[in-house]
């Protein structure tokens, strides 16, 4: 037996076929290009909170001994909290401070949540279309009892069609959908972890800001 006689063009454009009309047709198609691109995150670490959480402390010694206008001069790579100390320099409120960085961690999560439900959805549908294909093959079979050739064919159609279905579905798909799920729920948990020192930094600044001179804020 050869890998090729695992090959069928007919079983694997019906499966392939059909899971990618349901994934297109299920799907946004901006979730759709926001599950292809997540692909290239499935081999990057795990997110990780205590280098940005060491970065707020940093930020913090600096406000402390330069004044809070310091911070504008600090170069911060995360976007969320890059968003949120600039909004500290520029003295938004504290509770609104923290209520962008939470919705900032909650459309991530939204993203991240629909990358992974396309992947589920794939997996559903992909044994579905294999059924789809075994039906197409057993009827084909059926209508051509006269043709030995013709039979064995389709009888190749239906049974991979189904062993497609199951494979693109548990060794692809499903997979997939799984580790983009894990990595979501360590990245909201991370960025979770950053809310209350944030959030410290700028009740502290609060007070310090309404204290100065209207000539020094300016400055």
Same mark, same amino acid.
């Given at each position: 037996? +050869?890998?090729? +006689?695992?090959?069928?063009?007919?079983?694997?454009?019906?499966? /392939?076929?059909?899971?990618?009309?349901?994934? %297109?047709?299920?799907?946004?198609? @901006?979730?759709?290009?926001?599950?292809?691109?997540?692909?290239?995150?499935?081999?990057?670490?795990?997110?990780?909170?205590?280098?940005?959480?060491?970065? =707020?402390?940093?930020? *913090?010694?600096?406000?402390?001994?330069?004044?809070? =206008?310091?911070?504008? $001069?600090?170069? =911060?790579?995360?976007?969320?909290?890059?968003?949120?100390?600039?909004?500290? =320099?520029?003295?938004?409120?504290?509770?609104?401070?923290?209520?962008? /960085?939470?919705?900032?961690?909650?459309?991530?999560?939204?993203?991240?949540? *629909?990358?992974?439900?396309?992947w589920a959805g794939i997996a559903?549908?992909?044994?579905?279309?294999?059924?789809?294909?075994?039906?197409?093959?057993?009827?084909a079979m059926f209508a051509r009892?006269?043709?030995?050739?013709?039979?064995?064919?389709?009888?190749?159609?239906?049974?991979?069609?189904?062993?497609?279905?199951?494979?693109? *579905?548990?060794? %692809?798909?499903?997979?997939?959908?799984? $580790?983009?799920?894990?990595?979501?729920?360590?990245?909201?948990?991370? @960025?979770? @972890?950053?809310?209350?020192?944030? /959030?410290?930094?700028?009740? @502290?600044?609060?007070?310090? $800001?309404?204290?100065?001179?209207?000539?020094?804020?300016?400055?």
């Amino acid at each position: 037996m +050869t890998p090729g +006689t695992f090959l069928d063009p007919a079983a694997l454009a019906i499966v /392939l076929g059909g899971t990618a009309a349901a994934a %297109v047709l299920r799907t946004p198609l @901006r979730d759709l290009a926001r599950a292809v691109a997540a692909l290239a995150t499935l081999w990057r670490r795990r997110f990780d909170a205590e280098p940005l959480l060491l970065q =707020v402390a940093a930020q *913090a010694r600096i406000a402390q001994k330069l004044g809070v =206008v310091a911070l504008d $001069r600090s170069i =911060v790579a995360d976007p969320d909290l890059a968003a949120a100390m600039a909004a500290i =320099v520029d003295g938004d409120p504290p509770a609104d401070i923290a209520a962008a /960085l939470e919705l900032r961690r909650q459309e991530r999560i939204a993203r991240h949540r *629909a990358a992974a439900d396309c992947w589920a959805g794939i997996a559903d549908a992909a044994p579905a279309m294999g059924m789809i294909g075994t039906l197409v093959g057993l009827v084909a079979m059926f209508a051509r009892m006269t043709d030995a050739k013709a039979i064995g064919a389709a009888m190749a159609v239906a049974l991979l069609a189904t062993l497609y279905g199951a494979l693109v *579905a548990n060794l %692809v798909a499903l997979p997939i959908a799984t $580790r983009l799920r894990n990595a979501a729920r360590a990245e909201a948990e991370g @960025r979770a @972890r950053l809310a209350a020192p944030v /959030l410290a930094l700028a009740l @502290r600044e609060a007070p310090a $800001r309404a204290r100065m001179p209207a000539a020094s804020i300016a400055a």
